[in-house]
């Protein structure tokens, strides 16, 4: 048997467990299982692995994104870059080949760390840029945030992180101006404001002044749409939640896996 797996806290907005189980069903992968794995304290992930020795890989959602980067024993350049992961490949290693390779755990396996949300992000909003979606802002500072801002930087889009509090190059809601969303046109949401159960809560923006001119991408996608996407959309806004993302990362996960 081949398991997989995602951990993170809380779990109950995740689609993964689903899509998975129903992939391994439509391809005919009998011996394979996708477990979610609710893991509050990112301490209990060696303790998780060594339960579960069919764990082949797994992928990892908020709030790990980043913590998970100090069990890692390698990281592939874009998540270097990125500086979080969402997706971990593990390797069962022999002994002798970890004695070799210097890579001694008392795992032995070895853990390398991915970053699918780049991958996903940049496929799923490339077809809806146009020219004057020449900057962005971002909406929260975590995992996902840093995978937003590796493709914006990729794409050549400017870009303004903004969070609940200011720090450095960092605004804060308050010192979102009306100026700065005339003349950006690209929002991203990579916050869990607006998730399910909480569906009534949106990202404090001033809706308003959006225009047919803007693009808001929100990497939720339960529910469809969100209420960030919902005002988005009553002012004339094209819209775009993280249903679409969250396939194409998850694909790429399992080619990660399966190399």
Known sequence: MKKFGLIGYPL?????????????????????????????????????IKANPDLCGLNVTVPHKIGVLYYLDKLDPAAKAIDAVNCIKIVNQHP???????ELSSLQ??????????????????????????????????????????????????YKHVSRRAI?????????????????????????????????ASPDIPYELLTSRHLLYDLVYNP?????????REHGASIKNGLEMLHLQAEKSWDIWNQ
């Open 224 to 232: 469809t749409e969100t209420e960030f996407l919902r005002r988005g």
């Open 96 to 102: 002798v080949e970890a004695f070799f390779s210097g």
């Open 168 to 200: 450095k190059k960092q605004l804060s809601y308050q010192q979102v101006t009306d100026e700065l969303i005339r003349e950006t046109f690209l929002i991203i949401n990579t916050t869990p404001v607006g998730t399910y159960p909480n569906v009534e």
């Open 109 to 158: 396996v070895r853990l390398e760390g991915y970053n699918t949300d780049a991958y996903g992000f940049e496929t799923s909003l490339k077809p809806l840029l146009k020219k004057h979606h020449s900057k962005a802002l971002i909406l929260g500072a975590g995992g996902a945030a840093r995978a937003v801002a590796y493709v914006l930087n990729k794409l050549g889009i400017a």
């Open 12 to 48: 109950t907005h995740s689609f993964s467990e689903k899509y998975f189980k129903e992939k391994f069903e439509r391809e005919g992968y009998e011996d394979y299982v996708y477990e979610a794995f609710p893991l509050q304290n990112l301490s209990d992930l060696p303790e998780l």
